[in-house]
Nanobody, 118 residues
């Protein structure tokens, strides 16, 4: 059974930093693309950042230069370092794993709340 468990969310003032972690189990981690999505109240879930098995990264325009995604295949983990946080970054953040095989399967964590106060 595949499980993704996020941690690291919380309340922070604008301009502050948080680091989210996501640990995977029940699946071979290294071949798969992993990423972070977020969903604010009343809005659709959106991609924040993703990282391929080869280490290529992709970021939403709204977080470029402020957020950094990384992965540690030995620990089956993916991280999101969030700096210069803004109130508009407030959302539930979800870890996502997309399998490398076709058709791809998606797995989700339970989400972690990030709240940025002004």
């Amino acid at each position: 059974q595949v499980q993704l468990v996020e941690s690291g969310g919380g309340l922070v003032q604008a301009g502050g930093s948080l680091r989210l972690s996501c640990a995977a189990s029940g699946i071979i981690f290294s071949p798969n693309q992993v990423g972070w999505y977020r969903q604010a109240p009343g809005k659709q879930r959106e991609l924040v950042a993703s990282i391929t098995s080869g280490g290529s990264t992709n970021y939403a325009n709204s977080v470029k230069g402020r957020f950094t995604i990384s992965r540690d295949n030995a620990k089956k983990s993916v991280y999101l370092q969030m700096n210069s946080l803004k109130p508009e970054d407030t959302a539930v953040y979800y870890c996502n794993l997309e399998t490398a095989w076709a058709p791809p399967e998606h797995y989700w964590g339970q989400g972690t709340q990030v709240t940025v106060s002004s």
